[in-house]
């Protein structure tokens, strides 16, 4: 705790902060002053981190980020006293701390300033350990674990479920192994196919259609039409429908350099599903999204409308297991329609953006995700 309060950070990517991303971590830190907690945006180039020979790890600030903004220093003059405390504590040991002092600029503004507020000099040394958690807004999957591995902090979501989630392929293996353990909750999935690897200076081009049998087999086994997918990607804009073998041959060409998979093609879904957003252990909101044109594709980024939905109790059940199984925190559960129930598990979203199940739900999502990050301290802090 700092200054007697929780206090955490947001990680986000630096080099996706549009207003596309920049306004969640926005909505989070709005939901944070109202629980009065700490919140402090932080890009993943803000955080330098040094691994050492004899295996210790340093994780720092970067001097770019605003402390006193955002609450964690009361005035300029902490930073100069911890500075001048760290580097007395620290003389015997400048070598390995050489890299982290170096990587930051001399001189760092303090923004919020109409009363112009001094320069402050040399790195922030804010010792990220007295964080009490980390709301990980970002894929950066190698900053996240080392973090997690050298910090005390609870972190949500947990990156190993981050990082299962960002490949299409880990979730649903994750999935498929929960449906072997647990065969009284099983899942509803689609078949779902690998494509083989290639390397990026080889790729399927080089080769003539005969050399690529293994398309040939992906069709006889799902049949035609099938959906063929990057395992990396967002807001539906790497999915592809093969109608035919020349398809499906052209667009695995035109990505070959991505880790692909092939699923099923669910015709009664086209253009339509639900997306479940679920916090901690409960359902806070459902939204049903329709394609406005012939895309067989629902996603509001291409063109799709949503309307507040009411999912069933299996649909919540679906949802909430699905979390369970990733171990996830808060996560966007995607369903296609089967028998007019969307109870078939097509995507899940470790980061789902919650603008428009807020805005056509009523909802605030991030509100209901620091609700929980707040209710989950608490309980820590009293078990």
Not at 51 to 67: F, H, M, T
Not at 272 to 282: A, F, H, K, T, W
Not at 310 to 337: C, Y
Request: charged letters at 30%; hydrophobic letters at 35%.
């Amino acid at each position: 705790m700092i200054n007697g309060k929780y206090a955490g950070i947001v990680i986000y990517n630096t080099f996706l902060n549009t207003k596309k991303y920049s306004e969640h971590v926005d909505w989070l830190l709005d939901a944070a002053k109202r629980h009065d907690i700490l919140l402090m945006p932080v890009g993943n180039s803000d955080i330098i981190s040094v691994i050492n020979p004899d295996g210790e790890v340093k994780c720092a600030l970067s001097s770019a980020v605003n402390l006193l903004k955002y609450g964690f220093i009361e005035s300029p003059d902490e930073l100069q006293d911890e500075y001048a405390a760290i580097n007395k504590i620290d003389e015997d040991s400048q070598n390995s701390e050489s890299l982290i002092e170096d990587s930051y600029d001399s001189e760092s503004l303090i923004e919020d300033s109409q009363d112009s507020e001094s320069l402050i000099k040399d790195s922030h040394h804010f010792n990220i350990d007295l964080l009490d958690f980390i709301i990980y807004w970002d894929k950066d999957i190698r900053l996240g674990k080392l973090l997690e591995e050298s910090l005390d902090a609870k972190f949500f979501n947990a990156i190993d479920s981050v990082a299962i989630c960002d490949d299409k392929y880990e979730t649903y293996l994750k999935l498929s192994k929960w449906n072997k353990e647990n065969p009284d909750k099983k899942l509803n999935l689609i078949k779902t196919i690998l494509v083989p690897m290639t390397y990026e200076n080889i790729g399927f081009s080089k080769f003539d259609d005969n050399s690529l049998d293994f398309i040939k087999k992906i069709g006889d086994t799902l049949s035609y039409p099938f959906i063929i997918k990057e395992c990396f990607g967002s807001f539906g804009a790497q999915v592809y429908k093969a109608d035919n073998e020349k398809e499906a041959v052209n667009i695995i060409k035109a990505h070959e350099r991505h880790p692909l998979i092939c699923q099923e093609y669910i015709e009664e879904s086209k253009g339509e599903d639900v997306r479940i957003q679920v916090v901690g252990d409960r359902v806070v909101c459902a939204m049903h999204r329709k394609a406005n044109n012939d895309d067989f594709r629902a996603n509001i980024t291409n063109g799709g409308t949503a309307y507040n939905y009411e999912p069933s109790e299996k649909e919540k059940e679906i949802a909430l297991n699905v979390t369970k199984a990733l171990g996830l925190t808060f996560t966007g559960v995607d369903l296609l329609f089967s028998d007019k129930k969307a109870e078939i598990v097509c995507e899940v979203n470790s980061n789902a953006h919650f603008k428009n199940i807020s805005e056509c739900t009523g909802i605030n999502v991030a509100e209901e995700i620091i609700s929980y990050i707040c209710d989950c301290l608490v309980n820590s802090k009293h078990s």
